[in-house]
């Protein structure tokens, strides 16, 4: 099957939505949830059958090249696991089911099929642990294959057989204007509970690149990255900067728990024989009264509408908060990128940050600012490299190639040349400028490093002076203020040979 590898986008746009044309779109939806569930289970049955047949085993212990390949096509081949045969257990599947192929077309049954058998493949590779069957909260998109039949874009209309649904076009916003201006590849539709009510939607995949803001423009340019949970540092070739992520965001912890509390309670009223009996224990005079525990495994539990509608405002205080620690970290992406878009940073395990740190990584999401970074950076013909951590040691190592550890609560770099000590997060994104292959030139940071110690120190001051604006609860453990900070920054030469060697020393 060929594949389009043009360059897309996407153009979303919300559609007017009746109670009628909302009914319709309700039936679609189940008849193609109930179609993707029955792909994916024959998708897992024919994956298990060529996981353990035996010349697939086989195949795995041959060497990487034609013969492996061969091997696993033919393992394949004789249970019939391919996208293209799960498509026509679709076809057979919905004409079996009058009712499917009623409100499925066969471009979106095919679409359904693929995405199936994908979910399956990522098991078969390793990719993931197991597969979702989709209940009907979390079966949220259709789309088609082509824009020229089944679910379609005409007449700036969303033409899904019968249906016709009016979006709303904000024809003044250019970034919409250019959408409808292009070619659309295939269109999708979509659902998102936004307070606690459905709204409709629906997303043109057009062919070619996105609009450009004129704010947002990509330079050629060279950029050392360092990331961590907080903030991100970067050095370009004119400019450094310490950006911290989600600023001012409002992580609704205490909101947040309340509903928790709230929603526990209404479970535990409603579903008495799924816990273990309350236990009572004395401590002093007092007998404290535990609450039983859920019973483990699977078992039926009754949700009240005070509970469905308790978890609904839970689900919308995290949504805004989802969404604004978004905006606020695509702001720091399209900064990065002004500046260049050849990037090289260190592969950080965000996993690790995850299980290490928890909530303050959901509510900053360093990860999510790295894909989009790689991603713009990829799209734009930049380039985005990752290099061992372990290999580099950047905030350890030193002008003349020494390596010192520190801890993590000393965020200032007193480098052992004597030169004017820098910001520990800024110092290892100028020395990243300088990796390749995982091997750190330190001539070229040597011969760079006297054009950019002013640069490297203005980004540290305007940080300082954010973090004191802002009331940032992080506080730079270090010897300077902002004030001694600017006299550094006017006379780098007088520093230089004052002789911070001794101060650095200690």
Not at 248 to 257: L, R
Request: hydrophobic share 35%.
């Amino acid at each position: 099957m060929r594949r389009s590898h043009s360059a897309s986008f996407i153009t979303e746009l919300p559609l007017i939505v009746d109670s009628k044309i909302e009914k319709k779109l309700l039936a679609k939806f189940q008849a193609g949830r109930q179609l993707y569930n029955a792909c994916l289970t024959e998708a897992m049955v024919r994956m298990n059958l060529v996981k353990n047949s035996d010349p697939y085993i086989k195949a795995k212990k041959l060497p990487k090249g034609k013969t492996r390949t061969a091997a696993f096509k033919e393992a394949r081949s004789a249970y019939r696991y391919s996208e293209y045969e799960l498509h026509s257990y679709a076809t057979l599947t919905s004409n079996k089911s009058k009712w499917i192929a009623l409100n499925i077309d066969s471009n979106t049954q095919q679409k359904l099929a693929t995405r199936a058998f994908n979910a399956s493949e990522k098991v078969l590779l390793g990719r993931a642990k197991k597969v979702r069957f989709k209940v009907p909260s979390r079966f949220r998109s259709l789309e088609g294959k082509t824009n020229k039949q089944g679910i379609r874009f005409k007449d700036n209309q969303l033409v899904w057989g019968k249906l016709k649904i009016t979006p709303i076009i904000d024809w003044l916003n250019p970034v919409i204007k250019h959408g409808l201006d292009s070619k659309v590849k295939y269109v999708r539709i979509l659902w998102r509970e936004l307070r606690g009510k459905r709204s409709w939607y629906v997303q043109l995949i057009n062919e070619g690149l996105p609009y450009q803001k004129p704010q947002n423009y990509i330079s050629d340019g060279l950029i050392g990255l360092d990331l961590n949970i907080s903030n991100i540092a970067f050095v370009a070739d004119n400019k450094a900067g310490l950006l911290p992520f989600t600023e001012n965001v409002s992580s609704y912890q205490k909101e947040i728990k309340l509903l928790q509390r709230k929603m526990e309670r209404s479970r535990r009223n409603n579903n008495l024989d799924n816990y273990h009996p309350d236990m009572t224990s004395r401590k002093g005079r007092k007998i404290v009264t535990k609450k039983g525990k859920p019973i483990k495994g699977k078992r039926q539990w009754n949700k009240s509408k005070t509970y469905l509608k308790t978890a609904a405002k839970k689900r919308e205080l995290e949504r805004r908060k989802t969404a604004y620690a978004k905006s606020q970290n695509r702001k720091i992406v399209n900064e990065i990128l002004r500046h260049g878009k050849h990037i090289k940073t260190e592969n950080v395990s965000i996993k690790g940050w995850q299980k290490r740190y928890g909530k303050a990584i959901s509510a900053k999401s360093p990860g999510f600012v790295q894909e989009q970074l790689r991603r713009k950076a990829e799209s734009a013909n930049g380039s985005f490299q990752k290099f061992s951590t372990k290999k580099t040691a950047l905030s350890q190592t030193h002008l003349d190639g020494t390596r010192i550890k520190k801890p993590l609560s000393q965020r200032v770099h007193y480098d052992v040349t004597g030169i004017v000590p820098h910001h520990r997060d800024i110092w290892s994104s100028f020395l990243a400028r300088y990796v390749n292959q995982d091997k750190l030139s330190l001539q070229d940071a040597q011969s760079e490093y006297q054009r950019l110690e002013s640069v490297l120190l203005e980004g540290w001051q305007q940080y300082q002076q954010l973090a004191r604006v802002l009331g940032e609860s992080e506080t730079l453990r270090s010897d300077f203020s902002v004030e001694q900070v600017s006299i550094k920054l006017g006379n780098i030469s007088q520093i230089n040979q004052v002789g911070l060697k001794a101060n650095a020393n200690s």
